[in-house]
Every structure is written in C-alpha cells, then in structure tokens.
C-alpha cells in the first residue's frame, strides 16, 4: 500500500516550457487536492476533485489546469511555467480517519522556474 | 484578518522540555480540527485530529480546542529530538452544497528539539 505517490520529486524548467506533475492514490479514495507550498505562505490549494469526472478551482488556480485520469490519478499541468510556479507541489486524497475525513499527503515534487 | 493564524516560530527546546503550539482562528463555521506534522522535504502526515472542545491525548501529544475562544493547542510532553518538524494546523469545513470538506491550514511552526 504505496498511499499516495507522485512523479517526479524534483524539476527544472525555463520559462514559457511546460510540465505535467503525475499523482496517484491507492486507497479508494473518491477526492484529490493539489497545493502548492511556499516559504511563509504555507499550503495554498491549486485545485481539487471531489470525485472521478469533477474538477473545482482551489485558491490560486491561475497558471494551472488538472485532469481527473481515473479514481486513482489526477495530474497537474503548467502550460507556460513562470518563475512565480517555483514552489513545492503536494497532491492529497482524503479519506477517514476515525469518524473525521482528512487528507493524506503525497512526498511533493520541487519545481524550480529560471 | 486571515482565517487560521499560526506563530511559524522557529521554537528551538532543550530534549525533555514540555512544547506548545497554538492557532488561533475566526471561521465558527470549522468543524474538526488537526495537527500534521511535516519533516524536512516531506510531506505533512496526519498527527490528531480533534472535534469537540477539550483534551485529546495519544502518547506524549495532547490536542487541545477551545471553541468559545476559537483557540487550539498541541502540547508535546518530554520532547524528543525526532519530533523536530514543522507542525501545521488545519481546520475543516465543509463545502458549500457538498459532502466534502475543505481543509485550511496554518502557516506551520518550525520546531527543533535539542539533545
């Protein structure tokens, strides 16, 4: 039971190229996030998908677009990657935890941007 | 006024010492609330969650909540140097017309246990 992993951990791109980051969850879970995490910002929602076929916009949505694969993938795309994308990237499925859903965590993927 | 408030610290303490951490918040509309912890280049995992106001205990962690002042706390009994991390609060609400919840976090507190 790998729960949630992602590809790749680490990516340099220069401006205006583009990237897909890869995530995939193996606990049945029906909703996936993805954040960004940045030096005293901390984690900010990208984008999520309450369920297979659904996305929603998170609070910094521009710059971004996702795609809901399967149950188990939801990927990441930067179009035209800009310096201000340089952050850390976790995705997240949520499920339960007792009586309470919360989320678990991927080992993010580090973008950097020149 | 944002809606989760939390001292990033850095808090640096002797091992053994007694830690606490603390977020404040102005959403009444949270409903549980949790601790993740997040060791350098990881990702967050899940520590405790909370519901209802008052103490919960798991090992040397207590979570605390107190909703009337909107004020949450977790305390970390005889501190060991592998509970150095960031700790990040988070709160959950659910969305608007949904089942789902959405999660805020705090800004996390740098925590460094010293031998």
């Known amino acids: 039971n790998a729960g949630v992993t992602q590809t790749p951990k680490f990516q340099v791109l220069k401006t205006g190229q583009s990237m897909t980051l890869q995530c995939a969850q193996d606990?049945?879970?029906?909703?996936m996030y993805w954040y960004r995490q940045d030096p005293g910002m901390g984690l900010r929602l990208i984008y999520y998908?309450?369920?297979?076929?659904?996305?929603d916009k998170g609070e910094v949505p521009n710059g971004y677009n996702v795609s809901r694969l399967n149950k188990r993938e939801f990927s990441l795309r930067l179009e035209s990657a800009a310096p201000s994308q340089t952050s850390v990237y976790f995705c997240?499925?949520?499920?339960?935890?007792?009586?309470?859903?919360?989320?678990?965590f991927g080992p993010g993927t580090r973008l950097l941007v020149l | 006024q944002k809606e989760v408030e939390q001292d990033p610290g850095p808090l640096s303490v002797p091992e053994g010492a007694i830690v606490s951490l603390n977020c404040t918040y102005s959403?009444?509309?949270?409903?549980?609330f949790m601790w993740y912890r997040q060791y350098s280049r990881k990702g967050p995992e899940l520590l405790m969650y909370?519901?209802?106001?008052g103490n919960k205990e798991d090992g040397r962690f207590t979570a605390q909540v107190d909703k009337s002042s909107k004020y949450i706390s977790l305390f970390i009994r005889d501190s060991q140097p592998s509970d150095s991390a960031t700790y990040l609060c988070?709160?959950?609400?659910?969305?608007?017309?949904?089942?789902?919840?959405?999660?805020?976090f705090g800004k996390g507190t740098l925590l460094t246990v010293n031998p």
């Open positions: 997240a499925s949520s499920g339960l935890a007792g009586i309470q859903e919360t989320q678990y």
């Open positions: 606990m049945n879970h029906n909703s």
């Open positions: 998908s309450a369920s297979e076929g659904t996305t």
């Open positions: 959403n009444s509309a949270f409903q549980y």
């Open positions: 909370t519901y209802s106001s």
């Open positions: 988070a709160m959950s609400e659910k969305w608007s017309g949904g089942s789902n919840y959405k999660l805020t």
